[in-house]
């Protein structure tokens, strides 16, 4: 089993800046890749970043690319998203996901989400 536990969500203003963070946990399991997805109500989920730990690569979805930035500890199995400038169309609740394959758009492990509301 694996678990999969995030942080750090909340209200914040536009153009205020928020920091997530993930940690995944499981006997046996060590990541390959982690990310964070977003779904705001009435809306699919999308893909937000990722980071592949081999060669330490990292994926943006283009709505975001400039303003957020995701690190981590492969050792740890964990990852942050830093958000910064953030906007209305931010709002949603954020996911963090993992998996042991390099598939990072279809992760199996997923985390409960935590909300992120940011204001006019």
């Known amino acids: 089993q694996v678990q999969v536990v995030e942080s750090g969500g909340g209200l914040v203003q536009a153009g205020g800046s928020l920091r997530l963070s993930c940690a995944a946990s499981?006997?046996?399991?060590?990541?390959?890749?982690m990310g964070w997805f977003r779904q705001a109500p009435g809306k699919e989920r999308e893909f937000v970043a990722a980071?592949?730990?081999?060669?330490?690569?990292?994926y943006y979805a283009d709505s975001v690319k400039g303003r957020f930035t995701i690190s981590g500890d492969n050792g740890k199995n964990t990852v942050h998203l830093q958000m910064n400038s953030l906007k209305p169309e931010d709002t949603a609740v954020y996911y963090c996901?993992?998996?042991?394959?390099?598939?990072?758009?279809?992760?199996?492990?997923w985390g409960q989400g935590t909300q992120v509301t940011v204001s006019s």
């Open positions: 996901a993992t998996d042991s394959h390099s598939d990072y758009l279809r992760p199996r492990y």
């Open positions: 499981g006997r046996t399991f060590s990541s390959y890749v």
């Open positions: 980071i592949r730990w081999s060669g330490d690569r990292t």
